[in-house]
Nanobody, 126 residues
Framework: QLRFVESGGGLVQSGGSLKLSCVASGFPLGYSVIGWFRQAPGKEREGVAVINSSDGSTYYPESVKGRFTISRDNAKSTVYLQMNSLRPEDTGTYYC???????????????????WGQGTQVTVSS
């Protein structure tokens, strides 16, 4: 049974922190890569972090490197996104997504991810 639920979003002041959670389980064999993406109104969806649940390898774009940390707890089928030093430009709807190891490893292009959560809103006030 496919299960894909994000939580943890909210309103935070600039400089603050939030931790998002993504419970992800029931995927087809080989779908070991989980990515976090965000989309602001009027903008394209962009990747902010990816983790390979098999070996724990991670990748971040420069825009969030040093501020965001992705991690996983395989026993709980949960992937986390710890976001520190938040800025107003981090505002958006945050989604987690699952992709196949063959295409999604260290890859934040949205079109290689096949399964998407419903999203959780993050708003950073200035």
């Amino acid at each position: 049974q496919l299960r894909f639920v994000e939580s943890g979003g909210g309103l935070v002041q600039s400089g603050g922190s939030l931790k998002l959670s993504c419970v992800a389980s029931g995927f087809p064999l080989g779908y070991s890569v989980i990515g976090w993406f965000r989309q602001a109104p009027g903008k394209e969806r962009e990747g902010v972090a990816v983790i390979n649940s098999s070996d724990g390898s991670t990748y971040y774009p420069e825009s969030v490197k040093g501020r965001f940390t992705i991690s996983r707890d395989n026993a709980k089928s949960t992937v986390y996104l710890q976001m520190n030093s938040l800025r107003p430009e981090d505002t958006g709807t945050y989604y987690c997504a699952a992709g196949p190891m063959t295409h999604a490893h260290m890859n934040l292009e949205t079109d290689v991810y096949d399964y998407w959560g419903q999203g959780t809103q993050v708003t950073v006030s200035s």
